[in-house]
């Protein structure tokens, strides 16, 4: 059963940083190319980021370019989003999936059962 376990958000000021972590489980990380989407209430999945299997390449929103970097520990099966320059537009709820870019904004919550799926989410609100 794949498992997308995601941490780090919380509260902080404009201009602020956060590190979100996601620990997966339930089948070969290494291998998947693995992608961070968001959320804000009313609105669909926007894509964030995508990363490769092996780390080296990586594509980011324009929205956040400059600003976000992504990274993974195959070894310890876990996936970043480094967030500086907090604004107050990224405030969402923050997911990671096991999916491509092109099908990030469609995947469903890992609570159904399936090959590839998003984690339950890890909420970043930035407010002064």
């Known amino acids: 059963e794949v498992q ?3 941490s780090g958000g919380g509260l902080v000021q ?7 972590s996601c620990v997966a489980s339930g089948f070969p ?4 190319t693995m992608s961070w989407v968001r ?3 009313g609105k ?8 490769n299997s092996g780390g080296d390449t990586t594509t980011y929103a324009d ?6 970097t992504a990274s993974r520990d195959n070894a310890k099966n876990t996936l970043y989003l480094q967030l500086n320059s907090l604004k107050t537009e990224d405030a969402a709820m923050y997911y990671c999936a096991n999916v491509y870019r092109g099908s990030s904004t469609a995947v469903e919550s890992c609570t159904v059962p399936s090959t590839y799926c998003r984690g339950q989410g890890t909420q970043v609100t930035v407010s002064s």
């Open 14 to 20: 404009p201009g602020g940083s956060l590190r979100l």
């Open 39 to 41: 959320q804000t209430p």
């Open 44 to 51: 669909g999945l926007e894509w964030v980021s995508t990363i």
């Open 29 to 32: 990380f290494s291998k998947y």
């Open 63 to 68: 929205s956040v370019k400059g600003r976000f």
């Open 4 to 6: 997308l376990v995601e």
